[in-house]
């Protein structure tokens, strides 16, 4: 704490993200990366867009990832933003479209950083509690809002809503607007932008951080109707006119090219989490239904922060939060085969000796 600090910044609680250790060898499940690496045409794109031109600077309006974005998912640029990771745009969100004199809703457990903007831009909120198993249920959301957040399928959580619940949110407010936040979307849920077609007051944000390994990157997109866009771009350009660089630019076009890198990746991260759920039961953990590329496990004989840090001793690091309600869970990234593999065999050592 310093004189020299406004008083937003002596009152702010900054986002803590999942720690990017130092040590090598590590097998790292705990920021929810994509353990396979970006398309080879990613890197061949980013390579070839090195060159003198880093003199100039970017597209400000990134036209031509805008212009793949929406070719993509069948909608058109004027749908379609994009940001410096998925992250930004959030924050460009809570300024722009729910700062209202009514609180914004979102899950009690969800992600963390939603309260953060919310101390940043100054916005009141309220927290709706998720039910007994974890789940969103739309019925709690009936009640007086500035706008509502949540991701789908839902982090920490990993359990998803139905495109049905979505339209009855969107239904029940019409006047508000509601986020989908997308991060984890493409590895089993179900993408709600065809409904940004019918609703006016839907937004749909995405990464390229999780499902195109990319992480590194920082590009993220929201898609919805054109007013939505417009209070987005308002404020981007009334904060960093060229978030997002050439290179940037050049590799997440590529990345969205190369669909059958996409589809092989995420199908074997699917595929291995089936399969670490199986590990992971067969060894007392309960796992919560997921649908995301992570689990959420609790063990009711073995407390989750010892888990970890013995997790920690044997190479492997993991995600615990120490908040309410899921102080005794672990947040588990599905890896490879082969480090989902290392994580069993630490796991039955280590509920062995306890
Ligand atoms: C990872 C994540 C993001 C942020 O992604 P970036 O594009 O890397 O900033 C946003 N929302 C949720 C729920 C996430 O888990």
């Not at 702010?12 to 929810?32: F, H, I, R, S």
Request: charged share 20%; with cysteine.
């Amino acid at each position: 704490m310093s004189e020299f600090w406004s008083d937003v910044v002596k009152r702010l609680t900054p986002y803590v993200p999942g720690e990017q250790p130092k040590l090598a060898n590590l097998v790292k499940l705990n920021t929810n990366e994509n353990p396979y690496d970006p398309s080879p045409r990613v890197l061949k794109a980013i390579r070839g867009a090195v060159g003198e031109n880093l003199r100039l600077y970017p597209d400000p309006n990134a036209d031509a990832l805008k212009e793949a974005i929406a070719d993509h998912f069948a909608v058109t640029s004027i749908n379609v933003f994009v940001g410096n990771g998925s992250d930004e745009i959030l924050a460009h969100v809570f300024l722009g479209l729910l700062k209202h004199d009514q609180p914004v809703l979102f899950p009690d457990i969800t992600y963390s950083f939603y309260p953060v903007y919310c101390g940043l831009y100054e916005i009141a909120f309220n927290t709706v509690p998720l039910t007994k198993d974890f789940s969103i249920r739309i019925a709690d959301y009936d009640q007086p809002n500035g706008g509502i957040i949540f991701p789908n399928p839902n982090a920490p959580t990993g359990r998803a809503i139905s495109l049905d619940e979505i339209e009855q949110l969107l239904q029940m407010h019409p006047h508000k607007v509601i986020v989908i936040d997308e991060a984890y979307v493409d590895f089993g849920g179900e993408s709600a932008i065809p409904l940004t077609h019918r609703y006016p007051n839907l937004l749909v944000v995405h990464t390229f951080s999780k499902s195109r390994s990319l992480a590194g990157l920082r590009v993220g997109f929201a898609i919805g109707h054109s007013d939505l866009i417009e209070a987005l771009e308002r404020v981007k350009n009334s904060f960093n006119s060229y978030p997002l660089d050439s290179l940037a630019m050049a590799g997440a076009i590529a990345a969205l090219e190369d669909k059958a890198h996409f589809e092989r990746t995420r199908k074997a991260i699917i595929h291995t989490r089936e399969n670490l759920v199986s590990a992971l039961e067969a060894l007392g953990f309960e796992v919560l239904p997921s649908v995301a590329n992570f689990v959420f496990v609790r063990h009711p004989q073995h407390d989750a922060e010892k888990s970890a840090l013995a997790l920690r001793q044997h190479g492997i690091v993991v995600r615990h939060f120490k908040l309410p309600r899921i102080e005794q869970f672990l947040r588990i990234t599905i890896g490879t085969d082969d480090q989902c593999a290392i994580l069993i065999k630490a796991l039955q050592e280590i509920l062995a000796q306890r």
